[in-house]
C-alpha cells in the first residue's frame, strides 16, 4: 500500500514528538475485530482527519483514544507518554476532549454551565455563579461566539451548540481536539465559520482529529489523513498528495468479483432498456424533498429495474429512500405510482402500494427481534391484512417455511428467535418480510453491509431473480462493485443532491467514484476517463470532469 | 436447566410453595365442599377474592406488552361502581333485573369512554402512559365522588348482588366473569393478529411502523380494553361490597395488578406477554394474602410481604441478576469442562 | 463588547483566507415595544420559566377570585394557614422535585410519611426522648430511600416499581406497628404542635412553617449552587451527556432517593405535630398530591427542568384549591381531585408543547 510516511509538511511535524502516538491498536469485539492493529498519529497544530465508511473502524477508534473502550494490545502514547485511560475523564484530563456529532450538551441548561460543568468555579463552597459565567464568556469570544452565556442551550440553533460545545472541549486545555462530524447539522456559512475556528485553534498548537462524510470539507481543511476500512488501516497521507478519487477508492476498496455470472445476466437485462422509456414508470419523483434532509430529487424507476442508488455515507441516499417509501415526509415535490399522484404520509400508505422501504439499520427499525422468524416474515404481510384477518396456521407455517428454504435462513427453525441470528441471516428475515407481501417496489438500503459473503451473494442474486420476475428494487450500497453488478440505471447522490443518474452501459468502479468524488453531471460522466492529477487536488475534479453546477456548492473561498 | 429458564418457573414455584405452606399450617386447605350445588372451600375463596384483580390483570398485560402502563384502574373501578350503584338507586324497583342491565351497560359505556381519553392521551398526544394515565387516578376517584355525592351508596338489589357473591354452574360468578375475560383476551389477542401487533409494538415500535402496524388504534384499543376489564372488576368489588365507596373500591388494585403481571414475567419494558402468567402471579398475590390469614400472622402485614415479593422478583428478573447467573453458570461449565479434559 | 470585536478581528486576521461569511454574532431581540412583547412571549415558551409563571399567575387569579367573591379571604392569615396546613406537603414536595428533575419518581413518600408517623407515635409512647427519636426517624427514612435508589442504580429496576415496593414495605410496616391510632401526648410535641410564632397584626406561624421554609431554602441553595444540584438537573436532560460530561451521575441518582426518604421522614415528623397521632392508614394518596404539586409548579416529569419555589407554588396552588372549596360551601369536597386532575392535564400538555416546540 501507498503509505506515505508524512516526511515533511509546511509545519515540519515529522521533527517534533506525536501528540497522539497509537500503535498496533487491536480491539475484538464479540465476533469482531472492530479494530486490527491499526496504527494512528498526530502532531500538534495539524488538522488530521479519519477516513472510512461505515464500519471502518473510525468511531472505534476515537473511542479507543478517549478511553471510552478498552485496547485489547498496541500502546497509546500522548505526548511521548504512555497512557490508559478507563473513562473520557481521564482523557480530557490528559488534553484530549471530543465534540460528539449528536451535540453530548445539555440542552436544559445555559451555555454558561454546558461549558463549565464538572470544572465550575466556586466560592464560599458554591458554584461562583459570575466567574462562571465571565470565563464561559471568555471562551465564548475565543470560538467566536455572541450569545449570553446565561441564555438557555436549547433556544440555540444546533450550528451555535456545536460551537459551545467546541467551547467547552478546548476549555480543558485541549492538546487534542476530537470532531466527530462536527459539520453534519450546519449550513456552508456556518462551516466557513467553525473552519476559521479550527484554524485558530490550530495556531494555537492544537491538534484536531476531523471526521466529516463531506469530502469538500475534508479537502479544504486538514493537513493529512488517515484511511481505514474494514477495521485496518489502509494508509496515511498527505492531503495534497491524495487525490480525491484515490481516496474514495482507498476507502471503499475493491471487492473480489464473485458473481461473475450475475453481472453478464444484468448486463443483459439493461440493454433491453430502450423499450422501457415509452412505458409510464412505476414511480415517478419530481422535485421531491426535505428541509434539512435533501434536496428536491427527480427519480424515476421502472417496473423490473433495479436502480442502484450510489453515494457515500451521509449523502442522503438512505433519506432519499424514506422520502419515497412514506418513512419521513416530503415537503416539497410530487410523488407518481403507475402515473397516478400518490401521496405517502405513512410506511403503511406506501405498503398498501406495494412500495416497500427495507431499513439500513436492521436492528432499530428492521427486525422485532424478541419475536420468531415466523412471526417476524409475518409481520408485514399480517399488518397489511389487518388484525380481524389472522394468516391461518398453516398457510404461515408453508409462509415460513418456503422462505427459511428460499433465502437459506438458518437456523431452519421458524420458531426462534430473531435476536438469536447472524447478521445475515436477520438481513434475510426481514428480506422475507418484505417479500412476502409481494412488493412492486422494493428499496433496499444497505441489505448487504455486516453481513457474511455468502449471505451477501445470496441476497445479490436474489435482487436480481426479483427485478428478472418484473419487480422494481431501488438498491442502496456503499459498495460499488455491487451496485454497479445490480443495476440497471444508477443515481448518485453527493452532498445531499442528485447529482447524477445514468444507464449502468460501460459504467466502472471508477467512473462512479469520480462522481462520488466530484459531484459530476450525467452527461459527460460516462465519457471521462480517471481524472488527471493536477496541481490543485481541489480542483482537479472539476476543470476535467465538468463546470460546477450550481454554485453554492463550490467551496467559498 | 430448561425448566429454569422458563419464565414461569419461579412465579409457578412460588405458588406451589404458599400452597403447600397452606397445606401444613391447615390440613383442610385444599377440601372442597358442595353446599347447594355451590362450591365451597379455601381454594374456591382465593379465586373468588383474587378475581377483581385478575381481570384488571388480563388488560394491564396487554397494556404493559405495548410497553405503557395503566394506573387509573382503580379510580375507574371506582366509577363504574358509582355509576352501576346511583343507577339502581335511582330506579324504582332495585330488583328488576331490566334496571341492573342498564346499570351495567351504562357502568361499562362510561368506562369505555374513559379508556379512549387514557389511549387519546397515550397515542395522540404522545404522553407517556405512566403520566397520561396519572391524571384520570388523581380526578377519576373525585368523579366517583360527584356520581355518589359524597356517600357511600348501599344497595340492596339481588340481581346485583348476583355479579359479586352469586354463584353460575356452581363456581362464583366473579370466577366465571375472570375466567371468560382471561379467556376472551387469551383467544381475541391469540387467535386474531392483535397480540403479534401488540408484542411487536411493545418491542420495537419503530420496525413495526415501517412494516404498516397501526399503532395509534392498537393503544387506544389496549387502554379502553383496560378501562372495560376496571369496569368488571368495578362491578364485581362493589357488588360485593354491596355498597359503592368512591374512595376506597378499587384502592390500590393498580398497584396489585401490575405486580401480578410483572410476577407473571411479563417485563415492564414492554414485548411478549403472558396472559397465563398473569393468572398465576394474581394467584400468587390472593394465596399470599390468604396464607398470611391461615398461618395466623396478622393479616395487616400482607403489604410488607407483597413488597418482599415484588422486590425479590424485580431482582431475579434485573439484566444484571441474569447477567450474574450467566457469568456464574458460564464459570461452572468451564469449570466442569476442564475436569472432563482432565480426567 | 469590544474585547469580543477585537478578538473577532484577530481571529479574522489570523484565518488563512478572508472569507465572505457574515458576522457569527446572533442577533439578540430588539428593543422597543415588539421587542418586549417577544421577550414576554419567549418567557412563557421557555420551557424553564413558562409553566412556573403561568402557576404564580394561576395563584394569583384564585387569590383575586377568592378575594372578590367571599369575605375573609382577604385576611393575610389565610396565606400563613396555607403554609401551616401544607408544610409537611412542601417538605415532600421538595424531595420529590429532587427526584422528578432527574426523571424519576417516588410513589412510597407517603407511606413513609405514614410510617414515620407511626414510629414516632409508637417510640413517645414507649417512653423516648423526641431528641432520640427525631434523628432516628430522619436516619430510617434516608436509609430507605437509599436502597431504593441503589435497587434503581444497581439492579436498573424502574423507579415506579422500585419505589412501589418500598411503598408496600412502608404501608405494611405502619400496620405491623398499630393498627390502631395511637395518639400523642409527649409535652415536647404538644407544645410545638400548639405554639404560634406571632409576626405581629394577629398573624402568626407555627414551628412547621419554620422547619419547612428551611428546608425550602436549603433545596434552593443545593440545586442552585452545588455541584450535586446540578447534575440533578443535568441528569434529567441526559443522563449520559452528564457521564460524558464527567458529572458524578450514578452517585447522585442514588442520592435524590435518600434526599426524597429523607423529606419524607420529615415530613411525616411535621405530620404529627400537625394531628398529635400516628394511624395506619394516614396520608394515603399522599404522593399524588406531592407529585401534583411538583407537576403543577413547573418541573417537567420527564426531568430536566423545575425548580423547588415552583413545587411550593404548586403546593400553595392545591391548598388554596381546598380553601376556597371550603369558603365556597356549595362546592363539595370532592371537587378537589377533580380540579387537581384538571390542572395536571393543563400543565402536561402545557409540557408536552413546551419541550416538543424546541424539537
Known amino acids: 500500500m501507498t503509505t506515505v510516511p508524512s516526511t515533511q509538511s509546511t509545519q515540519q511535524v515529522s521533527t517534533m514528538t506525536p501528540v497522539v502516538d497509537m500503535s498496533a491498536i487491536t480491539i475484538t469485539f464479540p465476533g469482531v475485530k472492530a479494530l486490527d492493529s491499526v496504527d494512528f498519529r498526530m502532531y500538534p497544530g495539524e488538522v488530521h482527519s479519519l477516513m472510512g465508511e461505515n464500519g471502518a473502524g473510525k468511531s472505534t477508534l476515537i473511542k479507543a483514544l478517549t478511553g471510552v473502550y478498552q485496547i485489547d494490545s498496541g500502546t497509546i502514547l500522548v505526548a511521548g507518554e504512555s497512557v490508559s485511560f478507563s473513562g473520557t475523564a481521564q482523557a480530557q484530563a490528559a488534553g484530549i476532549s471530543t465534540v460528539y456529532q449528536e451535540v453530548n450538551l445539555l440542552t436544559n441548561l445555559s451555555v454558561a454551565e454546558n461549558i463549565m460543568l464538572g470544572r465550575e468555579p466556586r466560592r464560599f463552597g458554591g458554584i461562583d455563579w459570575r466567574a462562571m459565567r465571565r470565563r464561559s464568556a471568555e471562551l465564548l469570544t475565543r470560538v467566536n461566539l455572541d450569545i449570553d452565556p446565561g441564555s438557555l442551550l436549547g433556544s440555540h440553533s444546533l450550528a451555535v451548540q456545536q460551537l459551545v460545545a467546541i467551547a467547552r472541549a478546548i476549555d480543558i486545555n485541549a492538546r487534542v481536539l476530537i470532531l466527530d462530524e462536527p459539520t453534519s447539522s450546519l449550513d456552508v456559512d456556518e462551516v466557513q465559520e467553525l473552519f476559521r475556528i479550527i484554524q485558530s485553534l490550530k495556531e494555537d498548537g492544537v491538534a484536531i482529529l476531523f471526521v466529516s462524510h463531506f469530502l469538500d470539507q475534508v479537502y479544504e481543511i486538514s493537513d493529512r489523513l488517515t484511511v481505514l476500512r474494514n477495521g485496518k488501516l489502509v494508509g496515511e497521507y498527505r492531503t495534497e498528495e491524495i487525490l480525491r478519487i484515490e481516496l474514495v477508492q482507498k476507502m471503499i476498496g475493491k471487492e473480489l468479483t464473485i458473481l461473475d455470472d450475475l453481472e453478464q445476466r444484468t448486463k443483459s437485462a439493461a440493454s433491453g432498456e430502450d423499450e422501457e422509456d415509452a412505458e409510464t414508470p412505476f414511480v415517478l419523483a419530481t422535485g421531491l424533498g426535505r428541509k434539512g434532509s435533501i434536496e428536491p430529487v427527480d427519480l424515476r424507476v421502472y417496473e423490473g429495474e433495479v436502480v442502484g442508488l450510489a453515494g457515500l455515507l451521509g449523502s442522503g441516499r438512505t433519506e432519499l429512500a424514506r422520502l419515497l417509501a412514506g418513512v419521513d415526509r416530503s415537503d416539497t415535490g410530487e410523488l407518481q405510482v403507475t402515473g397516478k399522484p400518490a401521496r405517502f404520509r405513512t410506511p403503511r400508505q406506501a405498503l398498501r402500494q406495494r412500495v416497500v422501504y427495507s431499513s439500513e439499520n436492521r436492528r432499530t427499525e428492521g427486525i422485532v427481534d424478541e419475536l420468531s422468524i415466523r412471526d417476524n416474515i409475518a409481520l408485514a404481510l399480517q399488518a397489511d391484512r389487518g388484525w380481524f384477518r389472522p394468516i391461518p396456521k398453516r398457510r404461515l407455517d408453508e409462509l415460513a417455511e418456503s422462505y427459511i428454504t428460499a433465502l437459506n435462513i438458518r437456523p431452519a427453525n421458524p420458531d426462534a428467535l430473531v435476536k438469536n441470528l447472524s447478521g445475515g441471516n436477520q438481513q434475510k428475515v426481514l428480506l422475507a418480510r418484505w417479500l412476502a407481501i409481494a412488493p412492486r417496489l422494493l428499496i433496499l438500503d444497505e441489505p448487504t453491509r455486516g453481513i457474511d459473503v455468502g449471505a451477501k451473494a445470496e441476497i445479490q442474486k436474489l435482487v436480481a431473480n426479483l427485478a428478472d420476475n418484473g419487480m422494481s428494487v431501488v438498491y442502496i450500497s456503499a459498495e460499488l462493485e455491487e451496485v454497479l453488478r445490480l443495476s440497471h440505471r444508477i443515481a448518485v447522490m453527493r452532498d445531499r443532491r442528485l447529482v447524477a443518474d445514468l444507464p449502468n452501459e460501460g459504467l466502472t468502479t471508477d467512473n462512479l467514484l469520480a462522481i462520488i468524488a466530484d459531484g459530476s453531471q450525467e452527461d459527460q460522466a460516462i465519457e471521462v476517463p480517471a481524472p488527471q492529477r493536477d496541481d490543485t487536488v481541489r480542483d482537479a475534479g472539476r476543470t476535467t470532469l465538468t463546470p460546477p453546477t450550481t454554485p453554492d456548492q463550490e467551496p467559498t473561498r | 436447566m430448561n425448566l429454569l429458564a422458563n419464565r414461569l418457573f419461579w412465579p409457578i414455584a412460588m405458588l406451589v410453595a404458599l400452597l403447600l405452606v397452606n397445606l401444613i399450617a391447615f390440613p383442610g386447605f385444599f377440601a372442597l365442599q358442595v353446599r347447594d350445588g355451590h362450591l365451597f372451600g379455601s381454594l374456591i375463596d382465593i379465586l373468588r377474592n383474587g378475581s377483581p384483580t385478575m381481570i384488571i390483570a388480563v388488560g394491564m398485560t396487554l397494556v404493559i406488552a405495548t410497553r405503557g402502563i395503566d394506573l387509573s384502574v382503580g379510580a375507574v373501578c371506582a366509577i363504574s361502581g358509582a355509576v352501576a350503584c346511583s343507577i339502581i338507586l335511582g330506579a324504582p324497583d332495585p330488583d328488576n333485573v331490566g334496571t341492573v342491565v342498564v346499570a351495567v351497560v351504562v357502568a361499562v359505556l362510561v368506562s369505555l369512554v374513559l379508556g379512549v381519553w387514557n389511549g387519546f392521551l397515550i397515542a395522540v398526544l404522545g404522553i407517556q402512559p405512566i403520566i397520561g394515565t396519572l391524571i384520570l387516578m388523581t380526578a377519576g376517584r373525585g368523579v366517583a365522588m360527584l356520581i355518589t355525592e359524597g356517600q357511600i351508596l348501599t344497595i340492596r338489589s339481588d340481581p346485583f348482588k348476583w355479579l359479586g357473591s352469586g354463584f353460575f354452574l356452581g363456581l362464583p360468578v366473579s370466577v366465571v366473569i375472570a375466567a371468560v375475560i382471561l379467556v376472551l383476551a387469551a383467544v381475541i389477542t391469540r387467535r386474531t393478529a392483535l397480540g403479534l401487533f401488540i408484542e411487536s409494538v411493545g418491542i420495537n415500535p419503530e420496525a413495526s411502523r415501517l412494516a404498516g402496524v397501526r399503532s395509534k388504534s392498537l393503544l387506544i384499543g389496549v387502554y379502553v380494553f383496560t378501562a372495560f376489564c376496571a369496569a368488571i372488576a368495578g362491578l364485581i368489588m362493589t357488588s360485593n361490597q354491596t355498597s359503592a365507596d368512591a374512595n376506597n373500591t378499587g384502592l390500590f388494585i393498580e398497584l396489585d395488578a401490575i405486580l401480578a403481571v410483572v410476577i407473571g414475567g411479563t417485563s415492564l419494558a414492554g414485548g411478549r406477554y403472558s396472559l397465563f402468567g398473569t393468572l398465576i402471579g394474581a394467584l400468587v398475590i390472593q394465596t399470599l394474602v390468604t396464607t398470611v390469614y391461615t398461618v395466623g400472622i396478622s393479616p395487616i402485614a400482607t403489604m410488607v410481604f407483597k413488597a418482599a415479593v415484588v422486590t425479590a422478583v424485580c431482582l431475579l428478573q434485573s439484566p444484571r441478576t441474569s447477567q450474574a447467573i450467566a457469568n456464574w453458570r458460564r464459570r461452572s461449565s468451564r469449570s466442569t469442562k476442564q475436569e472432563v479434559v482432565a480426567s | ?359
Not at chain 3, 164 to 178: H, K, Q
Not at chain 3, 215 to 222: E, F, H, N, W, Y
Request: net charge positive; proline share 4%.
Open chain 3, 1 to 359: 463588547m469590544t474585547a469580543t470585536r477585537q478578538d473577532k478581528q484577530a481571529t479574522a486576521r489570523a484565518a488563512a483566507k478572508p472569507t465572505t461569511v457574515r458576522p457569527p454574532a446572533r442577533q439578540r431581540p430588539s428593543n422597543g415595544a415588539t421587542g418586549l412583547l417577544t421577550a414576554v412571549r419567549n418567557l412563557f415558551t421557555n420551557p424553564k420559566y413558562g409553566p412556573v409563571l403561568v402557576t404564580a399567575i394561576l395563584l394569583v387569579l384564585m387569590f383575586v377570585i377568592g378575594a372578590s367573591r367571599y369575605r375573609g379571604f382577604t385576611n393575610p392569615q389565610i396565606v400563613f394557614n396555607l403554609f401551616i396546613d401544607n408544610a409537611y406537603l412542601i417538605v415532600l414536595a421538595v424531595g420529590m422535585t429532587f427526584v422528578i428533575l432527574t426523571g424519576g419518581i417516588d410513589l412510597s413518600v407517603g407511606a413513609v410519611l405514614a410510617m414515620s408517623t407511626m414510629i414516632t407515635a409508637k417510640l413517645l409512647e414507649a417512653g423516648w426522648s423526641p431528641g432520640v427519636i427525631i434523628p432516628l426517624i430522619l436516619v430510617i427514612t434516608s436509609t430507605l430511600g437509599l436502597l431504593v435508589g441503589l435497587m434503581i442504580h444497581l439492579f436498573k429496576i424502574q423507579p415506579f416499581i422500585a419505589t412501589l415496593a418500598a411503598m408496600f414495605l412502608a404501608r405494611g410496616l405502619c400496620y405491623v406497628i398499630s393498627n390502631t391510632t395511637i395518639t400523642i401526648t409527649d409535652p415536647f410535641f404538644v407544645d410545638l404542635a400548639n405554639t404560634r410564632i406571632p409576626l405581629g397584626g394577629r398573624l402568626s406561624i407555627t414551628w412547621s412553617v419554620v422547619v419547612a421554609v428551611i428546608v425550602v431554602i436549603a433545596a434552593v441553595l443545593v440545586l442552585q449552587f452545588t455541584r450535586l444540584g446540578r447534575t440533578v438537573y443535568a441528569i434529567g436532560g441526559s443522563e449520559q451527556s452528564g457521564n460524558l460530561m464527567g458529572l458524578p451521575v450514578a452517585r447522585t441518582k442514588v442520592l435524590v432517593y435518600v434526599i426524597s426518604g429523607f423529606c419524607s421522614g420529615l415530613a411525616g415528623i411535621l405530620f404529627t405535630f400537625y394531628t398529635l397521632s400516628g394511624y395506619a392508614l394516614t396520608a394515603i394518596g399522599t404522593e399524588l398530591d406531592a407529585i401534583a404539586a411538583v407537576v403543577i409548579g413547573g418541573t417537567l416529569l420527564t426531568g430536566g427542568y423545575g425548580y423547588v419555589l415552583g413545587s411550593v407554588l404548586g403546593v400553595l396552588v392545591l391548598g388554596t384549591i381546598q380553601t376556597l372549596i371550603t369558603f365556597d360551601g356549595n362546592l363539595t369536597s370532592w371537587w378537589t381531585r377533580i380540579f387537581i386532575g384538571a390542572l395536571l392535564l393543563v400543565f402536561i400538555i402545557l409540557q408536552k408543547v413546551l419541550t416538543s416546540r424546541r424539537t
